[in-house]
């Protein structure tokens, strides 16, 4: 079975356990703990995938990191993948939960690009754009900086992609100079 189905799994489960206890905002927070170790810290996420280390050392280590700021659940279900010798998918885990998480909620994720520093008032507009797109009334803006856009953005929804950069317009008057005919370069 592949990573992807028993990573949605093992989030659906914990997703409904959290529901179950009432306990669903401190879990999701948890696992964005966790995700934010992981992405931080290499030797973190190197440690859950080494073969080497035994899965009740990697158990300790979870535990000794999390104990202290995450709820009950999360600890009882970090010491059950431990014990299933899982913890190289817990990331993948984390990150599903996360997504189901949203879809729970009505959240839509969108990832927006810029060459610059995006104020609120232009993250209003871009919510905006994005609940008209999607049909969902909560927006989650994720924002990234690209120099090589020049000016612009681009917005992407789901599968939607939305380019208002100058690179991509370069790139499309480039283009039909060059069915045209014409050899100079832009």
Known sequence: ????RVASRYAKSLLELALEKGILEDVHQDMQQFLDVVKSNRDFALLLKNPIIKSETKGKVLNSIFSKASSDL???????????SREDILPAI????????????GIQIAELTTSFEVDPEMKGKFADI????????????IE???KNIIGGFVLKVNDRLLDESLSSKLRTLRLEFSQNGFEKQI
């Open 1 to 4: 079975m592949s990573v992807t």
């Open 74 to 84: 999360t600890l009882s279900f970090f010491d059950i993948i431990s014990r299933k």
């Open 94 to 105: 984390a990150k599903e939960f996360h997504d189901q998480y949203n879809l729970y909620k």
């Open 130 to 141: 994005v609940k008209e797109i999607s049909g969902k009334s909560k927006v989650e803006l």
């Open 144 to 146: 990234k900086k690209d």
